[in-house]
């Protein structure tokens, strides 16, 4: 991120079987060396204890606004934290931040505090969509507050749907991201958003394939941020590192590039915006071996290997819609100066040939990107707008580029 000195965390926990995770949450930001007060309600110190906190955030905890009074630290806390990040909040919490209750030592803070507040809400699908709770996510929202949307996945018991806590990674990341840029707005609302994203692997017999080192962190990092901006997302995902799916999202994952041409073809007339995050390879053998090349066998087979060129999936989608102005197309150009023309030189040019609306350009030289948490480059419109992205977070980088979509969309 942007800011690079410690900041002081209040991680708030209510009483839910998710609260397990706000551990995990905690030892996040310590180890990103940020000082970190943990206020559970009593309900959470049920799920988990007082000792847990205190050693992971090598500070007391407090749950009630009676514990050292002298101090007036019910006062104190709020005041002085540059971020409050509550995990799990439940449909209770939520009924009481909304009502600006001041019952205990967690919704006084939120109160007192001046500093962003971000909430993470897990519970069960029928009380996340209640009207209730709904109209109570909308006013905190109205209020400047951010709330996550929930993952969806497997809950308590045996019930499955949207109500699941984020992963502890996804709720540190997005956190620090409103601390860096502030709340994140519900612009994308109503919106469809594809994203493509990770490398293709181009099979050369059932044991080897063509790839490339993209991590696809940067397209997942797209693709959360739209999900909390409010839209519907699609993430046709290649090769990625075990990233933790972005709320709410529908992923459909792909080997190939012929692949990942299909799903986006199939895809496309729904979407509103389409951003091709994705490295997809340039080439693939011609005919991929039913059986595993033998090395040392006297055969040619290793040794040399027929390729040819893969779809350009960017500028097909491009010609595709032609006659219309939707989905507005967004590329990304992996480039590295040369002795021609420095990486910005090379993306202007690609911009040209693509045809799409907008193109992030990476300088991907000095191994400065592939699976790295941060990237920079420029972000170029058809118009002739260039943005400058200097180096910082993947997540930062994503709203940049959502936000500067977003007035177009």
């Avoid at 990092?221 to 799916?245: C, F, K, S």
């Amino acid at each position: 991120m942007a800011h690079t000195a410690a900041k002081r965390i209040v991680v708030g926990v209510s009483g839910g079987i998710a609260a397990y995770k706000a551990c995990h949450v905690v030892r996040g930001f310590t180890e990103l060396g940020h000082e970190v007060q943990v206020i559970p309600t009593e309900n959470a110190l049920r799920f988990v204890g007082k000792a847990t906190f205190e050693a992971l955030s090598h500070n007391p905890v407090f749950t009630s606004v009676y514990e050292e009074v002298d101090q007036v630290r019910h006062v104190q806390v709020g005041q002085r934290a540059d971020l409050v990040v509550i995990a799990p909040a439940t449909a209770d919490l939520l009924a009481r931040l909304a009502q600006g209750r001041a019952n205990d030592m967690l919704t006084s803070t939120v109160l007192m505090t001046g500093a962003p507040v971000v909430i993470a809400p897990a519970m069960h699908t029928e009380m996340w969509n209640n009207p209730a709770t709904q109209a109570n996510v909308a006013l905190l929202r109205d209020r400047g507050m951010t709330v996550l949307e929930p993952a969806h996945g497997r809950l308590t018991g045996s019930d499955t749907g949207p109500g699941r806590l984020l992963d502890p990674e996804q709720i540190v990341d997005l956190a620090l991201l409103v601390l860096s840029t502030g709340m994140l707005p519900r612009t994308l609302a109503g919106k469809r958003v594809l994203v493509s994203a990770g490398g293709t692997r181009e099979a050369i017999d059932p044991v080897r394939f063509i790839g490339n080192h993209s991590s696809g962190r940067q397209g997942f990092a797209i693709a959360e941020v739209a999900a909390h901006m409010g839209a519907a997302v699609t993430v046709v995902a290649g090769a990625t590192d075990r990233l933790p799916t972005p709320a709410g999202a529908t992923v459909i994952a792909v080997d190939s590039a012929n692949d990942m041409q299909q799903v986006i073809a199939d895809e496309f007339a729904k979407q509103n915006i389409i951003i091709m995050a994705a490295a997809v390879a340039d080439v693939r053998p011609k005919i991929a071996a039913a059986t595993k090349l033998k090395k040392g066998s006297g055969t040619a087979d290793l040794q040399q290997i027929d390729l040819c060129e893969n779809p350009d999936i960017l500028r097909g989608l491009v010609k595709r819609r032609a006659t219309g102005s939707q989905p507005i197309i967004v590329g990304f150009a992996a480039e590295t100066g040369d002795t021609a023309a420095t990486a910005l030189e090379h993306g202007r040019a690609k911009l040209a040939r693509k045809g799409c609306d907008w193109l992030l350009v990476n300088d991907v030289s000095q191994d400065q990107v592939f699976g790295k948490p941060t990237n920079a480059g420029w972000l170029l419109s058809a118009g002739g707008e260039v943005l400058e992205l200097p180096r910082d977070s993947k997540f930062v980088i994503a709203r940049q580029l959502l936000e500067a979509v977003a007035q177009q969309a």
